[in-house]
């Protein structure tokens, strides 16, 4: 199988050289490598109604195209497992029997070899939360147009539909910390949204974890928000170990310390998909000029 001519052909350059190393061993060990991303903000644009998100249209046929090139794909996000597999329409797909999808910050998993989502049991604090949200938003004068989303092991605060959404997000950012701990949950901020969520699962300890499993080489991680910090550091610590990874923002304005960590920032999903377009060429091209002969 060829390069097709329709799609990006000219992989950006990363602009640090832990970056362009982390590129260049992507490509010359596709076999090992992880193609690690966020759902939303990065795979899938950021919408008003969280219910409404999808994945980019370019986001499935680009990830089948590099599926059988690399090692796995993994699709880290908070969302449930489930909803991010079909959200995305990532089951029965093609060139992705090698993905999973790492829920709820890894505490939820689907395999596409399986179909199947495992889970432990729920933390008892994400129900009393749930129970006692409503009535605590309205007690300290939340702003109109705060609402709240039910993720199943976690519950979201939501500040994006309210007249000034940063101003709301701010003057809820201590109580819901302080109603968070006092049920053993923590709140992990994100734009315009505040999840509260049981300690111990965050992007970094879910990525990190499935690279040791699948004793990974190279990695390519791309998110758009603070909630990716923390893999954008199980990448870093990696790299400081010798072991390659490329980071990726998916550009955006509301994240700056994301894009000032990033190797490389992109212009939203429409960016992301074109990078993974540009790479499954640049592995294709690799691969006819290795095997011209070869079938496919």
């Given at each position: 199988?060829?390069?097709?001519?329709?799609?990006?052909?000219?992989?950006?350059?990363?602009?640090?050289?832990?970056?362009?190393?982390?590129?260049?061993?992507?490509?010359?060990?596709?076999?090992?490598?992880?193609?690690?991303?966020?759902?939303?903000?990065?795979?899938?644009?950021?919408?008003p109604?969280?219910?409404s998100?999808?994945?980019?249209?370019?986001?499935?046929?680009?990830?089948?195209?590099?599926?059988?090139?690399?090692?796995?794909?993994?699709?880290?996000?908070?969302?449930?497992?489930?909803?991010?597999?079909?959200?995305?329409?990532?089951?029965?797909?093609p060139?992705?029997?090698?993905?999973?999808?790492?829920?709820?910050?890894?505490?939820?998993?689907?395999?596409?070899?399986?179909?199947?989502?495992?889970?432990?049991?729920?933390h008892p604090?994400?129900?009393?939360?749930?129970?006692?949200?409503?009535?605590?938003?309205?007690?300290?004068?939340?702003?109109?147009?705060?609402w709240?989303?039910?993720?199943?092991?976690?519950?979201a605060?939501?500040?994006?539909?309210?007249?000034?959404?940063?101003?709301?997000?701010?003057?809820?950012?201590?109580?819901?910390?302080?109603?968070?701990?006092?049920?053993?949950l923590?709140?992990?901020p994100?734009?315009?949204?505040?999840?509260?969520?049981?300690?111990?699962m965050?992007?970094?300890?879910?990525l990190?974890?499935?690279?040791?499993?699948?004793?990974?080489?190279?990695?390519?991680?791309?998110?758009?928000?603070?909630?990716?910090?923390?893999?954008?550091?199980?990448?870093e610590?990696?790299?400081?170990?010798?072991?390659?990874?490329?980071?990726?923002?998916?550009?955006?304005?509301?994240v700056a310390?994301?894009?000032?960590?990033?190797d490389?920032?992109?212009?939203?999903?429409?960016?992301?998909?074109?990078?993974?377009?540009?790479?499954?060429?640049?592995?294709?091209?690799?691969?006819?000029?290795?095997?011209?002969?070869?079938?496919?």
């Amino acid at each position: 199988m060829g390069s097709n001519p329709g799609k990006p052909r000219d992989l950006p350059t990363p602009t640090t050289a832990e970056g362009k190393e982390g590129l260049a061993a992507l490509l010359a060990e596709p076999g090992r490598a992880v193609i690690a991303l966020d759902f939303d903000g990065t795979l899938a644009p950021i919408v008003p109604d969280p219910d409404s998100a999808r994945a980019h249209p370019g986001a499935v046929p680009a990830l089948a195209r590099l599926g059988p090139r690399v090692g796995s794909i993994a699709v880290v996000t908070g969302r449930p497992a489930g909803v991010a597999v079909r959200y995305g329409g990532f089951a029965g797909v093609p060139g992705l029997e090698r993905l999973v999808v790492l829920g709820h910050y890894g505490a939820e998993r689907w395999d596409a070899a399986s179909g199947e989502v495992h889970a432990p049991a729920p933390h008892p604090g994400v129900d009393a939360v749930r129970a006692e949200l409503p009535g605590f938003l309205d007690r300290i004068g939340a702003w109109g147009g705060t609402w709240i989303e039910d993720k199943g092991r976690a519950v979201a605060v939501h500040t994006r539909r309210t007249e000034d959404p940063q101003a709301a997000f701010e003057a809820l950012r201590e109580p819901v910390a302080e109603l968070a701990a006092q049920h053993g949950l923590i709140v992990e901020p994100g734009r315009a949204v505040l999840e509260l969520r049981p300690p111990g699962m965050d992007k970094g300890v879910a990525l990190n974890d499935y690279l040791r499993e699948v004793h990974a080489g190279p990695v390519l991680y791309a998110g758009d928000d603070l909630g990716d910090l923390a893999a954008f550091g199980a990448v870093e610590k990696r790299r400081a170990a010798g072991l390659p990874g490329l980071l990726v923002c998916s550009g955006n304005e509301e994240v700056a310390e994301l894009a000032a960590r990033a190797d490389l920032v992109v212009d939203g999903p429409a960016g992301v998909v074109a990078l993974l377009d540009a790479l499954a060429n640049a592995l294709e091209d690799a691969a006819v000029k290795a095997w011209p002969d070869a079938p496919g």
